[in-house]
């Protein structure tokens, strides 16, 4: 474990060397990532949550049945229910038109920078020419403002099974005629749904198909997630430090 303080920390396997996994980011070929919690404060809690508490929309029948079913949920499934609700909130609000105008306006630079954690943009600044891709179960526009402002090359939204869209996305980039496949993978997440993403590459890795998968998990509690390479605190501050030094 690398650790300036309780937020800026980098514990790595322990059959993983510092050097090692230095050298293995630095030279991955494609980086999958997801938004909410990994990259930034969940834009989709901002837009569900924070962004009603002092709106009419707090008495609005619908809105208060989906929070009381959130609540319920959340107090028996913590981090899993997340999608769930997420979802629903969707279906209930934001397949309007003049909802997703109301979104896309609040979402300005100042407040995209205001949910990046620390050390994210220098991270990606790092891997310049790795192919970068969101696997989000966040709406297409919030994506694609996050996905735009860090230069991304590509994003999925609406992601609700990360392990058939990572199939998807190793398998139509093997069959690629236009490009050599993707050898080296980062992939970067902070729930059980990303271990998803990570079982599927582990599998292509054991097949020969790629090379190697260096994975990074955002701990928001200290809890280290042993099926990841890396486990990083509540920014990649520590990362960043490791990769440049």
């Known amino acids: 474990v690398l650790k300036e303080d309780k937020n800026i920390w980098v514990a790595l396997q322990d059959n993983l060397d510092k050097w090692d996994f230095k050298k ?6 494609v980086c999958i990532s997801d938004l909410d919690d990994t990259d930034a404060k969940s834009p989709a809690k901002k837009v569900a949550i924070y962004d009603n508490l002092f709106s009419k929309r707090i008495f609005d029948p619908k809105f208060i049945s989906w929070t009381f079913r959130t609540l319920k949920k959340f107090a028996k499934e913590r981090k899993k229910a997340e999608s ?13 038109p003049d909802e997703i105008a109301k979104v896309i306006e609040r979402f300005d630079n100042r407040r995209v920078e205001s949910l990046i954690y ?3 943009q ?5 891997i310049p020419d790795a192919h970068k891709v969101y696997f989000s179960r966040n709406i297409k526009e919030i994506v694609n403002i996050f996905a735009t402002y860090f230069g991304f090359n590509e994003f999925f939204y609406d992601v609700t099974d990360k ?3 990572t199939k998807e996305f190793v398998e139509k980039d093997l069959k690629s005629r236009t490009k050599k496949p993707f050898r080296k993978y980062i992939m970067r997440g902070d729930s059980v749904e990303d271990e998803a993403t990570l079982g599927v590459l582990n599998w292509y890795q054991r097949k020969g198909e790629i090379d190697y998968v260096i994975s990074c998990f955002r701990s928001h509690n200290g809890t280290l997630n042993e099926k990841m390479s890396a486990n990083v605190g509540k920014n990649d501050l520590g990362l960043v430090k490791i990769l440049s030094n």
Request: with cysteine; aromatic share 16%.
């Open 24 to 29: 293995q980011i630095l030279e991955a070929e």
């Open 84 to 96: 769930e609700c997420w979802k629903e909130y969707v279906d209930l609000y934001l397949r309007n």
């Open 118 to 120: 620390q050390g994210v």
């Open 122 to 126: 220098e991270f990606y600044k790092l």
């Open 163 to 165: 392990e058939k869209q």
